[in-house]
């Protein structure tokens, strides 16, 4: 099975911060990465799929890149309703695999 | 609209069995994979299962394969989870998802708790 590494797995900020999430794979997956966000007692949301495609409704602020092993997540302004966790999830291959989260909190 | 709507979770001993339900309407269900993805309290994402677009073709991780059966009835749009020899970690929120041949997923549903607890 492939394994999903993020770091951090918590991080603090300040609203207006710059932030980038890292994820990396046990092996190469291409661009077969999504990330979703998290709030507390919600339903996770999907932010980007195929490593670096906005899916539509997403701000702006939120930008993926990477392919192969090493991915990473940027929020370019953080707001008050991007403190969530965030997972990465690779679909390369069965068995899917997530990532084990970023906690961003308020610092 | 996309919606799911899962049902069926609750309290289960050790070694016990339980069938999770999603109803699914706003798009073509027989055209999509469907999985489900579950969550332990406080803890990350975890995939479960997907079966494909006709139920020909099912997919597992080790930790629930031979446990855990995926089914879905495309006359009733709906996704099925037979869950069987239940242990405490199984414990979470079970959640459906449908997705296209890139299994990631733009829509989930609200979750069905289920507790393993004697």
């Known amino acids: 099975d492939i394994q999903m590494t993020q770091s951090p797995s918590t991080l603090s900020a300040s609203v207006g911060d710059r932030l980038t999430i890292t994820c990396r794979a046990s092996?190469?997956?291409?661009?077969?990465l999504a990330w979703y966000q998290q709030r507390p007692g919600k339903v996770p949301t999907l932010l980007i799929y195929?490593?670096?495609s906005l899916e539509t409704g997403v701000p702006l602020r939120f930008s993926g890149s990477g392919s192969g092993t090493e991915f990473t997540l940027t929020i370019s302004s953080l707001q008050p309703e991007d403190f969530a966790t965030y997972y990465c999830?690779?679909?390369?291959?069965?068995?899917?695999?997530f990532g084990g989260g970023t906690k961003v909190e308020i610092k | 609209e996309v919606q799911l709507l899962e049902s069926g979770g609750g309290l289960v001993q050790p070694g016990g069995s339980l069938r999770l339900s999603c109803a699914a309407s706003g798009f073509i269900f027989d055209t999509l994979a469907m999985s489900w993805v579950r969550q332990a309290p406080g803890k990350g994402l975890d995939w479960v299962s997907t079966i494909n677009f006709s139920g020909g073709s099912t997919y597992y991780p080790d930790s629930v394969k031979g446990r855990f059966t995926i089914s879905r009835d495309n006359s009733k749009n709906t996704l099925y989870l037979q869950m069987n020899s239940l242990r405490a970690d199984d414990t979470a929120v079970y959640y459906c998802?449908?997705?296209?041949?890139?299994?990631?997923?733009?829509?989930w549903g609200r979750g069905t708790l289920v507790t393993v607890s004697s």
């Open positions: 999830q690779q679909y390369n291959s069965y068995s899917l695999t």
């Open positions: 092996q190469s997956i291409s661009s077969w």
């Open positions: 998802a449908p997705s296209t041949t890139s299994a990631y997923f733009q829509h």
């Open positions: 195929k490593a670096s």
